[in-house]
C-alpha cells in the first residue's frame, strides 16, 4: 500500500510537466523574441521613421512547434491594422534556439495615401496554426 501511495504521488507531479510540455510542443514556445534594425541584430525598442531602412522581427524557438503546420509573422500597426505578413510552415529541422525572422521595408511603416510615418507602438506577432505564439512591441516616432 505504502509504495502504491508513493507511486500515486510521484505520478500526479509528472502530470503538468508532460501538460507543458505537450502544450509548448503542439504551437511551439518562443524563449526570446525582438524587432532589429539587421538581421538578427540588437534589439531596439523606439525607431525613427526616417532613419530606417528596413526592420527585422526576431523569435528564438524554446521549444519548436510540431512540423507542418502553418506559419506567420504579421507585423501591425498602431491601429492594429495588418500591415504585412510573411507566410510560411513549421519544419521538422527547426530545433531549440532556431530563429525565425521576416523584416519588412520602411514603406510598411508609412501611410500609403499622405506618405507620413505611421508613429506609435507597433507589434510583430508569431502566429502557429492559427494561435498567437509571440509578440514583439516596438515604436516607430518621427
Not at 507511486?7 to 502530470?15: G, K, N, Q, R, Y
Not at 532589429?36 to 526616417?50: D, L, P, T
Not at 501591425?76 to 525572422?101: C, E, N, Q, V, Y
Request: charge should be positive; hydrophobic fraction near 40%; glycine fraction near 10%.
Amino acid at each position: 500500500m505504502r509504495r502504491f501511495v508513493v507511486l500515486s504521488i510521484c505520478l500526479l507531479a509528472l502530470v503538468p510537466v508532460f501538460s507543458a510540455a505537450q502544450a509548448a510542443g503542439n504551437k511551439g514556445s518562443i524563449s526570446k523574441s525582438w524587432v532589429s534594425r539587421s538581421s538578427g541584430g540588437a534589439r531596439e525598442k523606439s525607431f525613427s521613421a526616417k532613419g530606417v531602412k528596413k526592420l527585422y522581427a526576431n523569435f528564438i524557438w524554446k521549444v519548436p512547434a510540431t512540423p507542418g503546420q502553418a506559419l506567420a509573422i504579421e507585423w501591425h500597426d498602431p491601429s492594429g491594422t495588418l500591415s504585412a505578413r510573411w507566410p510560411s510552415k513549421t519544419i521538422k529541422s527547426d530545433k531549440a534556439g532556431t530563429r525565425l525572422f521576416s523584416w519588412v521595408g520602411s514603406g510598411v511603416l508609412k501611410d500609403k495615401a499622405t506618405g507620413k510615418a505611421r508613429t506609435g507602438t507597433w507589434r510583430a506577432v508569431l502566429i502557429v496554426g492559427g494561435k498567437t505564439v509571440s509578440t514583439s512591441k516596438f515604436s516607430v516616432v518621427k
